[in-house]
């Protein structure tokens, strides 16, 4: 019964080739998040998206952009991914403004750049 | 800005004990402060939740205390089994956001 599922969960991608990972949700939430998380540290947050309205941390670089859409899918595009960028992406959603403020992660996607 | 500092070592305890992980924070009170477990190559898997005006939270084997004169919670698993062994995070929210502010976690180890 996993509520919020990311593909794939593994990923091998070359230096500057192009990668886009997914992940959708069963729970209708309307707030999902994308984390980078580095081994041994906390999840970084990189952007959210509350319903259809985008937002962006401040350092998070141009490299990386975000689509959701709709409630269900959402995506994060790595255009030009660099050695910097093999991490573990990690995707959660929760249901925001309703007393219910907390997470539900997907299993995650590891990145790996060759 | 809000920061978040857990123990930094790792937690090694016989099963059987009571484990205790502490989670601190700078600042200004958070409007709740959540506990999560993370295993290795996994997301993070939401345990609890308390808020500015609790004091305490349980579930099970697991309780957590939130001292807002101290600026800090801590999470107790009573009865550690060797499955509990994982990383656990602390995460703060001020409230008026969609935002957390995460730990680094604390690794926990329960020795048969």
């Known amino acids: 019964d996993a509520m919020v599922i990311q593909n794939p969960r593994y990923q091998v991608t070359q230096f500057g080739k192009p990668v886009t990972l997914s992940c959708s949700q069963t729970l209708n939430h309307n707030v999902m998040y994308w984390y980078q998380q580095k081994s041994s540290q906390a999840p970084k947050l990189l952007f959210h998206y509350y319903d259809k309205d985008f937002n962006n941390e401040a350092d998070t670089p141009d490299n990386f952009q975000s689509r959701r859409p709709n409630t269900s899918f959402c995506f994060l595009d790595i255009r030009s991914p660099g050695l910097g960028d093999a991490a573990m992406y990690l995707c959660a959603t929760s249901n925001w403004g309703l007393g219910d403020e907390k997470l539900f992660f997907g299993s995650g996607t590891q990145l790996s750049v060759l | 800005s809000q920061k978040i500092e857990q123990n930094s070592e790792a937690l090694n305890i016989q099963e059987g004990k009571t484990a205790t992980l502490t989670c601190n924070y700078t600042n200004y009170s958070p409007a709740y402060l959540q506990w999560y477990r993370q295993d290795p190559g996994r997301g993070p898997v939401f345990l609890l939740l308390?808020?500015?005006n609790e004091k305490e939270k349980r579930k099970e084997r697991l309780k957590v205390t939130f001292d807002t004169t101290l600026k800090q919670s801590l999470f107790h698993i009573t009865a550690s089994q060797p499955a509990d062994s994982a990383t656990y995070l602390c995460a703060l929210s001020t409230g008026n956001n969609r935002k957390l502010i995460w730990g680094l976690g604390t690794s926990l180890a329960v020795n048969p």
């Open positions: 308390i808020r500015e």
